[in-house]
């Protein structure tokens, strides 16, 4: 009788079963990897929409040539180009350039305030924000420049 070479049984047993633990192993690491990755994800895209937001309103605050807040908006008034405006929500704040184009940012705001104009200081914007499970307060002066501000003072300009 010729003997043929062949797992046995309790060898193929084995090699399944260990194969099942590698499988099962995998696609829990696999899972693991995918939640940190889309958590990831979501804290770089309300960094990145925080970073837009902040500089976006730095700039129209630096150009602009004054300013009311009136509500949930705040405007922004320019010599030669359109006005901004920005309205402020609880999960959005949007940016409108009046009549050219709006532009949303997805921030979740706690809260804002507006400081009126003391004289040594000039007028402040408030906001708090949730980013990334805790409170941030960003702090804007909203200056005039010094042509708005001697026209005032010097011919009564409003």
Known sequence: MKRISAFTMLEALISLILT????????SLYTLVNKQMALFEQENT????Y?????TLKLDINRSNGFS?????????NYLKPDIIYDFDKMAITRT??????????INML?????SAEMPKPPQLSISFKLLNDT???????KQP?????????FHED
């Open 20 to 27: 099942g633990i590698i499988i099962a192993l995998s696609y």
């Open 46 to 49: 309300e960094i990145i929409n």
């Open 51 to 55: 970073n837009l937001f902040n500089t």
């Open 69 to 77: 807040f009136e509500g949930d908006q705040l405007i922004l008034n």
């Open 97 to 106: 350039i009046v009549g050219i184009n709006h532009d949303t940012f997805k």
């Open 111 to 115: 809260n804002k305030t507006f400081l």
């Open 136 to 142: 941030i307060t960003a702090h804007y002066f909203l």
């Open 146 to 154: 010094p042509d708005t501000v001697i026209n005032k003072q010097l």
